[in-house]
Structures are given as C-alpha cells and as structure tokens.
C-alpha cells in the first residue's frame, strides 16, 4: 500500500529525490577524500588523534553513501532494502560520531583522563546501537550527532584556552557550521521545493567537513 507521502516524493529516471541523492553523494566524497588524507597524515606523523578525527570522516562518508541509497530507492518499489539501507545510514553514523570522540580523548587528554573518555565513547556507541536496533529513527541519530559536537566544540575551546593549540580555531569554526546545517534540517529548512532541508544541510556540512580537515591536520596528542 502506498502512502501519501510516498506517492508525492519527487522521481527522476526511477530514483526518488534525485537532488537529495546527488547532494549526498556529494557529501560522501568530500567525507571520504578529505578523510582519507586527514587519517594517512595523522598515521604517517604519529598523530592518533589525527587518525581519528579522520576515520570518522571516512565512516561518515560512508554513512552518507547509505543515506544516498536510501533516498534514491523507492519505497514503492522496494520498502525492505530503503529501510536495510536506513538502518545501515544510522548503524555507521554511530560509529562516526564515536571515532570524532576518540580523536578528542587523544588531542585534549592523557592517562586515566583518556582513558575514561574512551570507556564513555565506547559504552555511548553501545547504547546508541542498541536504541537504534529498536527504534531506528532520524532523532536518534540527530542527537547522538549534536551531542558529538558539543563534546567537540567544548573541547576544542578547552585547548584552546589552556594550551593554545593549533587548529582549535578551525575545529570550533567547523562544529558551529555543522550545528547550523543540524538546526537547517531539523527546522526543515528550504530554498526551494527541488532543494529542500536535506539537500540545504549536505551543502553547509560540506562547508563544516572542509573547516574540520583544515584543523585536523594540526591536531597534535597531548
């Protein structure tokens, strides 16, 4: 049976939201290229931190390729694999955010400190794939993200004023951006019926990738 809201999605070719799938592929290759060089750089200078930040990039990437799928399949056709492909999107998100926390435990922390906020970012992906199994819903995912750069924003000012680290200033820059294109989807924000709030936020988050690549490349383990 279809629903309204399927039956009103917009299609090009057989693919559903074609701007939307395009935007997010867009999003997925920056993700990954900025990604792979911020995690071969860190690898090759010893920076975990580094490596880190830049795994979750990759992860996110990937996340984004899922999200493509999702929005180009449709529901009309093939409900089952839109919604395999939605849970893999929230499934990988998890991990993302998790490896951008773990970069935080090693660029603002050492010792039983790092140590803990690594036991955390563990035991929160946990909780957060298991809420995920059972309700696998956007809100989920979005908080798990806005929470993620709260930690990140809260850290990078930390370092920032207690050690003058370099690259905080970007980090800062790209968490802010990134909790605009959060408020821009959530609020459901659009430029246009072919350009709507997913499309608008994929765009400002390659914006926030760019400013995240440009400070990670500083970043340096305590």
Avoid at 81 to 100: K, N, V
Avoid at 136 to 161: E, I, K, N
Avoid at 175 to 188: D, E, P, Y
Wanted: proline share 1%; aromatic share 10%.
């Amino acid at each position: 049976m279809t629903s309204d809201a399927d039956a009103s999605l917009t299609r090009w070719g057989g693919i559903t939201e074609p701007t939307t799938v395009v935007t997010n592929v867009a999003l997925a290759g920056v993700a990954f290229v900025l990604g792979a060089r911020l995690g071969y750089g860190g690898a090759a200078q010893g920076s975990a931190s580094g490596s880190f930040f830049g795994l979750g990039m990759v992860v996110g990437a990937v996340a984004a390729a899922f999200g493509a799928a999702t929005h180009g399949i449709d529901p009309r056709v093939d409900t089952a694999q839109r919604e395999r492909c939605w849970r893999a999107a929230l499934y990988t998100l998890g991990f993302a955010t998790a490896a951008t926390t773990a970069s935080v435990a090693f660029f603002t922390a050492r010792g039983s400190i790092r140590t803990a906020i690594l036991v955390a970012t563990a035991f929160k992906l946990l909780v957060y794939l298991v809420s995920v199994a059972r309700r696998p819903q956007f809100r989920l995912a979005a908080a798990d993200h806005v929470g993620t750069l709260a930690v990140l924003l809260a850290a990078s000012l930390y370092a920032m004023a207690r050690w003058h680290a370099a690259g905080m200033d970007w980090l800062v820059a790209g968490a802010v951006v990134s909790l605009v294109a959060v408020l821009a989807q959530v609020r459901h924000v659009a430029i246009h019926r072919h350009f709507n709030h997913n499309d608008l936020y994929h765009v400002i988050q390659m914006v926030a990738l760019y400013l995240f690549f440009r400070g990670g490349v500083l970043l340096v383990d305590r």
